[in-house]
């Protein structure tokens, strides 16, 4: 077998083979059936990792035919100007792809150039040509120009990899840390790089003269990469107006470039064979890896585009101290941002940007949530509704401040875990927040306060931690619509369920309606909440009358699927603690379809007729405590108005007319605001 060093762009394997089987049967020879000899440095791990499998699918060291016969690449090709605009194009749809959860090797790693920076610096090229020698392919297009753009995307990976690195997302689950042995300029200060960049640019203006077609387009490029830079280097909540200005130029940059896209290079030229999707076989990896073929460069434009609106919309949500404003902030992006406008990056600055260092913020403590949550659900000081259980032993009431808090500050950043993650963690914090509902309830009870109003007082803390706790129970059943959890059979009782939750939360803020002041923020909010909750509720009735005839499994089966369905709400736990409000209940499910079937005049159009008047009315309303994010709050109402009008004109007035109704219109692959199916015509 060949002894010379093995490239990293040589294949693991070559054609100079020789036989050892021999070698193995001796030295096996001893050995009873199933002995495994392991020393410390070679484990069976590494053994079994030194076999090549001989699949595509799982051993990424296999080179097929059609891979064999690409052409050497030679970092030292020079280039025309459009192809580094094309090669600078690319690498953004690299990085994007690595922004959306893929590994280093299949996107960032695939660019060539990024294993070849030392041969292409222009302090080491021995036969760099003088910066005012007039040529299409000038060497410092190259050494210079694509050498800095690479630093430059290598430096903004490394900034992005240090802030996911945090620990507030899951490694291998939400991104992938791994660099499988290749640098991403740790060391390199970001002055410098920046320093680099304008060197670059001016390099450009010199090679290439003004009437150059391409000389405004790499500018662009390189002016795109350094804002893109000082982004990752800057935090929003720290010198918001500059980060504003970046985002603002960043976007300029970026609509001058989609509008001068590089022509398409021919498969074998040097622009082209700058990408090896193949790159996984000759790094150093734990596991076999799939070959990600990018994405269009549009495709990869747009994902920029989302990525910039989501920088935008963590900088325009660390200028508000609200908890409520990032509280509905977050649930409109989990609900109804695309996911290339929350991709990890954006979702754990989020998380680093309301609560780091002890702080939220970056200025307040962790009692300022409390403080935010009596002012802004209640409308009153805390300090105001602890007074008025002075009577209470102080030690229960300080034990209900820490552990609310911490409630407050994990729901808040929560909105921005992966989907997934994010269901199974509201589902679990509703047995802290019903201990919580519990504990206040029953400072309420010992408190003896002097009069009525202190009653009351006391009366709305509790009161203010159900309203909460409903809402994170009509998340989690919002939410397997949006991760597709539900048969056909499920959605009756989940839309039923719904429809409970709304009423329970309407009757929780009619008792909360006398204590709450009229001129304040938390009012408004408190119509505008039972506006929009009346419509829902009519919504969610609609649709759960509107799936019944689809509930066919025997009740044996629909009683299993509920105990795993809802197993949250059964924890043994809750045995020590006051009964659920709106718990999950398949017996009162079974008797409301039983008397919905039975009355052949139950109304079902009229639901939704009811549900698209009441969202439509929500659109003159205040601002309330959305702030920036009112806006959006209304699209999503007008949204929901739209389909309940869709399905006012599809269904039958009553229930009797179901028979005859095509349950096939209902069209769950498109769902309008992800909850609520959308009608076909067939």
Not at 221 to 250: Q, Y
Not at 399 to 409: G, H, Q, T, Y
Not at 416 to 440: G, H, I, K, V
Not at 458 to 479: G, H, K, M, Q, T
């Amino acid at each position: 077998m060949s002894t010379e060093p093995l490239s990293i762009y040589c294949p693991p394997g070559n054609s100079d083979y020789v036989d050892i089987s021999d070698v193995f049967l001796d030295a096996a020879e001893d050995m009873e059936q199933g002995d495994v000899i392991l020393t410390e440095d070679f484990t069976l791990y590494d053994a079994m990792s030194a076999l090549e499998i001989g699949n595509p699918r799982m051993d990424s060291g296999l080179i097929l035919d059609d891979e064999a016969k690409r052409p050497q690449f030679n970092p030292l090709t020079t280039l025309l100007p459009e192809e580094v605009c094309y090669i600078l194009d690319r690498v953004i749809a690299c990085e994007m792809e690595w922004h959306a959860g893929y590994t280093l090797p299949q996107t960032i790693y695939s660019c060539l150039y990024v294993h070849y920076l030392a041969d292409i610096d222009p302090e080491g090229f021995p036969f760099q040509e003088p910066l005012h020698r007039e040529s299409a392919r000038h060497p410092a297009l190259v050494t210079v120009v694509l050498n800095t753009a690479i630093t430059a995307l290598l430096k903004c990976c490394d900034l992005s990899w240090r802030e996911l690195n945090r620990g507030r997302l899951h490694d291998t689950e939400d991104w992938h840390s791994e660099k499988f042995g290749v640098s991403l300029l740790e060391s390199l200060p970001v002055a410098s790089v920046l320093s680099r960049l304008d060197d670059a640019k001016n390099c450009i203006q010199t090679i290439l003269p003004e009437p150059s077609p391409w000389r405004s387009a790499l500018l662009d490029r390189i002016s795109l990469r350094a804002a893109m830079l000082n982004l990752f280097r800057h935090h929003p909540s720290k010198d918001r107006d500059h980060f504003v200005v970046l985002l603002s130029l960043a976007r300029n940059y970026l609509q001058s470039i989609r509008s001068n896209p590089p022509p398409e290079p021919p498969p074998h030229s040097p622009a082209a064979l700058a990408f090896d999707i193949n790159i996984t076989r000759k790094l150093n990896n734990f596991m076999p890896l799939k070959a990600h073929c990018l994405p269009p460069q549009d495709f990869a434009w747009n994902a920029l585009a989302d990525l910039l609106d989501g920088w935008a919309d963590i900088c325009k949500v660390s200028a508000v101290a609200s908890l409520t404003t990032w509280k509905a902030a977050g649930e409109l992006c989990a609900d109804f941002a695309r996911p290339s406008r929350r991709p990890p990056f954006l979702r754990a600055l989020a998380q680093s940007v309301f609560f780091s260092n002890q702080r939220v913020l970056e200025v307040y403590p962790l009692g300022w949530l409390v403080d935010r949550f009596s002012l802004e659900t209640v409308g009153i000081e805390y300090h105001t509704l602890s007074a008025a259980a002075e009577h209470t032993v102080a030690l229960p009431l300080l034990n209900i401040e820490r552990k609310l808090s911490r409630a407050l500050l994990s729901h808040i950043q929560s909105a921005w875990f992966n989907p997934p993650r994010r269901r199974r963690f509201l589902a679990r914090s509703l047995l802290e927040w019903q201990e919580l509902y519990d504990s206040t309830s029953s400072t309420g009870e010992k408190g003896n306060p002097i009069d009525e109003k202190d009653r009351l007082l006391i009366d709305a803390l509790s009161d203010a931690v159900l309203l909460w706790r409903l809402s994170i129970i009509r998340e989690v059943l919002l939410s397997g619509f949006q991760l597709e959890l539900y048969v056909e059979d499920e959605k009756p009782f989940v839309y039923w369920e719904l429809s409970q939750v709304a009423h329970e939360h309407l009757s929780t803020l009619n008792a909360l309606e006398p204590v709450v002041p009229k001129d304040t923020r938390a009012y408004g909010e408190l119509i505008f909440t039972s506006s929009y909750l009346s419509a829902f509720r009519s919504l969610c009735t609609g649709m759960f009358i509107l799936t019944l005839p689809a509930l066919r499994l025997p009740a044996s089966r629909l009683a299993l699927n509920f105990v795993r369905r809802y197993k949250w709400a059964f924890r043994p736990e809750y045995a020590r603690l006051r009964p659920q409000v709106a718990a999950p209940d398949l017996l009162a499910f079974a008797s409301a379809s039983a008397d919905v079937l039975k009355d052949e005049q139950e109304p079902l159009r009229l639901h939704f007729e009811r549900a698209r008047d009441g969202l439509a009315g929500l659109s003159g309303s205040p601002v309330g405590v959305a702030g920036p994010w009112h806006e959006d709050r209304l699209q999503v109402a007008r949204s929901l108005s739209s389909i309940a009008g869709e399905l006012a004109l599809a269904v039958p007035a009553t229930i009797v007319g179901l028979n005859d109704f095509d349950a096939a219109r209902l069209d769950w692959a498109r769902l309008s605001c992800r909850w609520f199916p959308g009608v076909s015509d067939i």
